[in-house]
T-cell receptor
């Protein structure tokens, strides 16, 4: 099946620093990738949709200047959490959409656990 | 996207079939039914999806009622590794853009 990787898997940073998370589709090209956030004991929440070569589309309530998304190639999207604060601590998960004739299923990365001290 | 309703939790004995129901009474004609699962502290895993016909793959079977207002995901021989949160999601498929809106899902616990 389609494989999506994320790096790093876990990161701890100090408050006020920026953290970059990479999402790669390893064996397919993805024109569209998605970024989700999941707090403990809650479901995934879509943050933004990342389209290769264009600006990301953010969901309501998600600050685009705080969560910078870049989708420079068909296999790589990055999420940068700028000036991170403890409330940004969460599990960040990306997915890549594989367009096929039957549908557009998404394949998810393993997630990145961010802890802001 | 149409809303879905799932039971919050279910139990199943190892080796038996696990049947997970989902109601989606407001589904529209161009919307697909997708199933994903999430094992603790991992990213969700795609299981199966369908439009109106029943579907089967190596992981599971998806049974969609004729009126498309509900569906059932069937894991034919559940194992301990199938313990996870299962999400039923309805969204536009085909070549249309379709966001995935995750609800609370069903926590499936498979017992020895």
């Amino acid at each position: 099946g389609a494989v999506v990787s994320q790096h790093p898997s876990r990161v701890i940073c100090k408050s006020g620093t920026s953290v970059k998370i990479e999402c790669r589709s390893l064996d397919f090209q993805a024109t569209t990738m998605f970024w989700y956030r999941q707090f403990p004991k809650q479901s995934l929440m879509l943050m933004a949709t990342s389209n290769e070569g264009s600006k990301a589309t953010y969901e309501q309530g998600v600050e685009k200047d705080k969560f910078l998304i870049n989708h420079a190639s068909l296999t790589l999207s990055t999420l940068t959490v700028t000036s991170a604060h403890p409330e940004d601590s969460s599990f960040y998960i990306c997915s890549a959409r594989l367009s096929s004739g039957k549908g557009n299923e998404q394949f998810f990365g393993p997630g990145t656990r961010l802890t802001v001290l | 996207d149409a809303k879905t309703t799932q039971p919050p939790s279910m139990d199943c004995a190892e080796g038996r079939a696990a049947n997970l129901p989902c109601n989606h009474s407001t589904i529209s004609g161009n919307e697909y039914v997708y199933w994903y699962r999430q094992i603790h502290s991992q990213g969700p895993q795609y299981i199966i999806h369908g439009l109106k016909n029943n579907e089967t793959n190596e992981m599971a079977s998806l049974i969609i009622t004729e009126d498309r207002k509900s569906s059932t995901l069937i894991l034919p021989h559940a194992t301990l590794r199938d313990t996870a949160v299962y999400y039923c999601i309805v969204t536009a498929g085909g070549t249309s853009y379709g966001k995935l809106t995750f609800g609370q899902g069903t926590i499936l616990t498979v017992h020895p």
